[in-house]
């Protein structure tokens, strides 16, 4: 019942509080009522016996001292006009039963050897009592009382409670209606209200105020935020309509932007690329016709120029993977990436496999997202892995995959260079190196063209390191693609 509490009408979890705790006091109030009959009815009970037992035992004093059996049975026989009384037995000073007065299928006499239980004992009241002579005692008086009556009077007296509460309770049921309209009418109307604005988006609506008490001023303060709400949405459409202006307006800024972006990646591809061939082509003409006419110098000079012609070919190749991964479209599908990283590092043997590489790929990892651009990024990640291991005896990669909740992590581990923890902030901006061109090649595109990729794909990348202990770089990847 409790679990659809939050789903009762206001008025009904008043009306239910307010006989909650009606029914409870009353309850409790008629419970103690019992208890204390019941206590009452107990002491009174038990007076009456030790007055009774008192009177027999007073005269049956003489008796006992004479041992005359025929005027003790006519004291006890006295007892049958009592109703209660289940057992009378009179002992003489020795103990024995000189007689008794014992109810139909009731036990005899106990034996005044055995320890007796006395007072309230389950149904019934015992009570031992000495019969005195002067100071002397001349013997003991047992009596045993049924509790029926006892019994039979608080059955009344539950009945008549119970009685007495219901009425009371209906009564409080009334007067619980009636007051739970006055309590809750107010905020019922606020709520109708509160509802009618919601459905119909209509703020011009205030809900009936009455009185100055908290329901008159929560009724005040909510017809005041209407308002506020109702002047804010002016506002807003006022706003709204500036700002589809202002976007209308730098869509056909950023439009123009992307074709002329466009056009500057066309002009790089071909008519950048076109005087950069004919830098490595005569200069390779250059070595291969007038090699033997150039001294060191000039052959030193020479190599120089096809090197940066060549780097410069590289970079360009970079900044158009840089500009075409933030432009193109994403199609997001299943990939199978350990396949993938075993495409790749077959790749970067069949280019160089010096030093021995021991490759380990977790089997089974499964991504979801764009194959041409997520190849990308594994190219990168397991090419300077490659490179940057190159200078040790052996070279070791280790690519592992954990599940995190809805997220894989991909961890790509070296045993290369490594690099210095200080400029972890540098790593992934664009023609930023960590290594001279002298140590290890490269344009300082790569890990830009990473963390562009990556972010794309709703993911994060994170990379550790220490000098000379290699490095570890640290995909996170969502498990379901839901990128567009």
Known sequence: MMRGWRYWRLKTKLLFLTLFVSTLGIALVCASLIFVENRNYKKQLESEL???????????????????NVQLSSIISSLERINTIRQACVYNEQGNVMTSLVGIGEQPCPS????????????????????????????????????EVLRGHIRTFVWVAIGIGSTILLALVFLALRLQRIVSGPILTLSDTAERIAMNHDYSIRAPVSGTDELGRLGNTFNEMIGTIQQQNLRILESRDNLERVVDARTSELSMANRELEAFSYSVSHDLRQPLRAIEGFGQALEEDCGEHLNDV??????RIRAASVRMASL???????????RQPMENHPIDLS??????????????????SEIHIQPGMQVVGDSRMLRIVFQNLLGNAWKYSSKEEKRVIEVSATLEGRVIAIEIRDNGVGFDMRYIDKLFVAFNRLHTPSEFGGTGIGLATVYRVIRRHHGTISATSEVGKGASFVVKLPVFGDQR
């Not at 000039?298 to 190599?303: A, F, M, S, T």
């Open 50 to 68: 030790h007055v009774i037992a008192g009177i027999l035992a007073e005269q049956s004093a003489a008796a006992l001292v004479f041992e005359d």
């Open 316 to 326: 360009i190749d970079g900044l158009l993977i840089l500009s075409r991964v933030s």
């Open 339 to 356: 396949q993938m990283l075993r495409e790749i590092t077959d790749e970067l043997k069949d280019i160089s496999d010096h030093p021995p």
């Open 298 to 303: 000039g052959k030193d000079y020479l190599r």
């Open 112 to 147: 005044l050897d055995q320890r007796l239980e006395l007072g309230f004992v389950d149904d019934v009241y015992r009570l031992l009592m000495p019969v005195n002579l002067g100071n002397e005692t001349v013997g003991r008086l047992f009596l045993s009382s049924h509790l």
